[in-house]
């Protein structure tokens, strides 16, 4: 094998292909605009020239590899061979051996799941460290030795790369994706994974690469029908956004599940908690679905349409028989409106041809709009926030549709005032929900072939029925944390929440060892768990560095200068009114600070944007503070704890929360 000098010499050779690599691919995207052809060949030979072109150069700056697997004698095909690893494929010539191979082809599993006691064949796996873009070591684990399995071995360039500092966004893992990681990282497409990841696990991260390795390996499917990654919030989505790119992957709808939810409509109130509450509630479906389909009624008289000197007709019952056989087949109701319709002119068309008449496409449509009205008055046409503002604002309509799933108290929680105009309604996020589960009741919407989707223990009944609607014949990544769950919904149970997500069959991995928080901070965080009323296991970190520190004091000014000296990202963390307060002390001292999202080093954090982000050190301010803002207070700081990587201060000038005493 290579020695360093080597090394670096070869790392050179693989940048100068790669640029090109890119070079090629450019000149392609000029000679196929020149290829003649039809014109849908020409434009997708030019859609696939172009997306070639720019997903090599999004490489950009990144090591060229990362890793390198050394074979041995008895490993069928490969033995004897080397392979390096890296996030893309790179070759100097068609036809010749890659230099180096993409990391989720198949033969690059045995890197990241041979150990000691099962090398998968390898005699060598070695890892490279880089500083910047520059090769500066290697490190070589002998995995078939006998002394390996004997000892046991780890990798110190493997912990480094995980104890550095945190700055800007979050960093792919694909140079330290761990075994356990790795089985769900290459799960396939067509089964649902559900991972409970306790905090510093890496189960966004895992979720992500399991993106990028599904579109590796189904690239034409899900080409066609998508990939969704669905975070909390934006800040969430900020923090994550440089990881499928540095992958390779950019054609991924990146959103949160409220932006999803509420772009039909202008959200311009807020509920109560007690109306947020019922509107989350699964039994809002049924309610929603009884309230639409009421509006169906018995026909009363009979179609009769006349066509120059005929009359066609069809009879009370034969109608009758056409809505109830569309009520029971068609699978929204929209599409059940206009099979009526359709059988309608079937029928009339049937009378008209045994009368030698001639029923062509104009015909047809002719006899559509004449019968419209009439199958209007049986099936009306609706839309969906013309139905919500009725259930919303009619209480004579919104009692009959709740009749035995809504107390009257919720109903009262949930219904206006007074009656409003869909166009003039003061719509809510929650409403947003509902509108969701309504429009598709009316008329089926898009769907993907895969859905990521995080934080899933905070998603409401209806909001899973939502994402559901939109995976319903394809699978999905359920990330989350049961100890993290926040919302007045969250998820007690897996088995629950995936029901809801359409996907009782899942399977549920739980992620235990975690290689974000270090092994201090995570004994604090972990004497939280007795207390809250959710069953997961504890976690144990892989990480014997980090600094835990809790000092009875509030200069947040002092305990931010005192963590500027060292490296990474600050975050200070208090409950949300007092976020402004500490922004202005920090201020006023000469300390920048932005908000989360933004690029400074220096954020400030309401507490109930935590989730999801990480910071190399974290100042939290007032536990007891925390706990009394929310409910679930005690779920808050078991998150608001678990955001440090490096080091956590704790400040506080009131008592500790009993379980961290």
Known sequence: MRGLTEEQEYAEECREALRRMVSGARENVVVGSETWGDRYTAERLGHYLKTLARDIAEEGDNPPYFGLIQYDGNAGEHRGQSYYLGRRHISDAIGRPPMVIDWRAPVSTTFYQATANDSRGLATRRRFGWAANTLTSFEDEQLGS?????????????????????????????????PEQDEVVRTELEVSVCVQ?????????????????????????????????????????????????????????????????????????????????????????????????????????????????????????????????????????????????????????????????????????????????????????????????????????????????????????????????????????????????????????????????????????????????????????????????????????????????????????????GYRVPASVVELANRLLTALPVEVPQTTSFRTDGQLTITESDDIVDAVQRALPHEGSIGVIAADQRIAVLNNALQSAGIDTVAPGGDGRVTVVPASLAKGLEYDHVIAVEPAEIVEAEPRGLNRLYVILTRAVSRLDVLHTRPLPRELS
């Open 146 to 178: 006998a002394q390996a399995e004997a000892t046991g071995f780890g990798s110190e360039l493997v912990r480094r790369e995980i104890e550095r500092a945190r700055v800007g966004p979050m960093r792919d893992i694909v140079a330290t994706i761990q």
């Open 197 to 513: 990841g306790a905090p510093g696990t890496g189960k966004t991260a895992v979720g992500l690469h399991r993106a990028a390795y599904l579109l590796y390996a189904h690239r034409g499917r899900l080409q066609r029908n998508g990939v969704l990654v669905l975070g909390p919030n934006r800040a969430f989505l900020h923090y994550i956004s440089a990881v499928l790119p540095t992958l390779g992957e950019v054609d991924v709808d990146q959103t949160t599940v409220e932006e999803m939810l509420a772009g039909r409509i202008a959200v311009r109130a807020t509920d109560s908690v007690a109306a947020a509450v019922v509107k989350h509630d699964g039994r809002m479906a049924e309610i929603i679905r009884r309230a639409l389909y009421e509006r169906i009624s018995e026909p009363l008289e009979p179609i009769v349409v006349a066509d120059s000197s005929y009359k066609w007709r069809v009879q009370q019952y034969e109608l009758a028989e056409m809505v109830t056989e569309a009520r029971a087949h068609a699978t929204a109701y929209l599409m059940g409106r206009e099979r009526v319709i359709a059988r309608v002119v079937a029928s009339l068309q049937r009378q008209a041809e045994a009368r030698g008449q001639n029923c062509n496409g104009v015909w047809l449509r002719k006899m559509a709009r004449a019968v419209t009205p009439a199958v209007d008055a049986v099936w009306p046409a609706v839309k969906a926030e013309e139905v919500l503002a009725e259930i919303l604002g009619e209480h004579s309509r919104l009692s009959r549709a709740a009749d035995g799933l809504l107390s009257p108290g919720e109903q009262d929680a949930i219904a206006w005032p007074q009656p409003r105009k869909a166009k003039t309604a003061l719509w809510t996020l929650a409403d947003a929900v509902l509108l969701d589960e309504l429009s598709a009741l009316l008329e089926r919407g898009e769907t993907y072939g895969h859905v990521i989707v995080d934080e899933a223990q905070d998603l409401s009944p209806m909001e899973c029925r939502a994402i559901a609607r939109r995976c319903e014949h394809g699978s999905v990544t359920v990330l989350g944390d049961l100890a993290q769950g926040t919302t007045p919904w969250a998820a007690r149970t897996w088995a629950d929440q995936l029901g809801h997500l359409g996907k009782p069959e899942a399977e549920l991995v739980a992620l235990t060892t």
